[in-house]
């Protein structure tokens, strides 16, 4: 399996403009990019019905590819409402049965919150629920953790924490390269960079920092997927294509 993936959030725009599908998605990874990954984003899947997901997981074999990760919206962990969290709880059950179906290799459920330390209570609530979700992944072969996407995750030293705190083969954090609120990108990248099962790549990190930010995960021996993501809406597809020819240029360049 080439160690490259695109999110396929880099195709809202065009899934906004009703331009691409699911099903178009994995046509467009596996011949127009030439990859044997896929890397699918929850708000892509018309439905969660399992006749749906059924047509899913035989899109996947059929064109070979494999599920590199699975990254679920709307189902994150912390919300003040404690009524939320419950109904969150069971959203994201219900994502990690079809991610286990569809075969991933990782999945990705973001913490929620806010931008700031976690409280006490907020980092129990995580805690639980992560440790409760990796119990899943390991049934199913599957490393579980969040995102440094939005949130309490965008302070590496709640990360950090958390991580030790489930203490887990099985929890993974996908690590959104240079994507941190406190103040040293770097850093961030540099203290999490053990635990990372999967990353996203963007544009701006693509551009400005590549080689030096890939070059952290792999001094801390990282060997899952290089996931590329672009987030603009526009010109999806060409670039997409250059992201990816730019992680491919560093790591033919390594070998």
């Known amino acids: 399996m080439e160690p490259i993936s695109i999110a396929s959030f880099s195709f809202h725009g065009a899934l906004a403009a009703g331009t691409i599908d699911l099903f178009g998605y994995l046509e467009a990874c596996r011949y127009r990019y030439h990859l044997n990954t ?47 969290r419950a109904t969150n709880r069971d959203k994201c059950l219900r994502e990690l049965e079809i991610a286990t179906r569809l075969g991933a290799k990782t999945f990705r459920v973001d913490t929620g919150g806010t931008v700031a330390k976690a409280t006490d209570e ?11 979700y990796v119990k899943i992944g390991k049934d199913a ?48 990248d540099r203290k999490m960079a053990k635990y ?22 792999k001094d801390a021996g990282y060997a899952g997927c290089w ?22 240029r560093v790591l033919a360049g390594w070998r």
């Open 196 to 217: 990372a099962m999967h990353t996203h790549v963007d544009y701006r990190v693509t551009t400005e920092c590549l080689e030096p930010a890939m070059k952290t995960l």
């Open 227 to 248: 996931g590329v993501e672009h987030h603009t809406g526009k010109h999806e597809y060409e670039n997409v294509a250059f992201q990816l020819a730019c992680v491919r």
């Open 38 to 84: 896929a890397d699918i984003w929850n708000g892509l899947m018309d439905s969660t019905d399992d006749g749906y997901v059924a047509k899913v997981k035989e899109g996947l074999e059929s064109r070979g590819l494999v599920l590199a990760n699975y990254h679920a919206d709307g189902c994150h962990v912390w919300d003040d409402d404690p009524k939320v």
């Open 141 to 188: 072969g599957m490393r579980v953790g969040p995102e440094s996407h939005w949130g309490l995750s965008l302070i590496s030293d709640n990360m950090a924490a958390l991580a030790e705190a489930v203490n887990s083969p099985f929890y993974g954090f996908l690590l959104h390269l240079h994507h941190w609120e406190d103040g040293d990108e770097p850093g961030g």
């Open 122 to 132: 907020q980092m129990a609530e995580l805690v639980a629920r992560y440790g409760e």
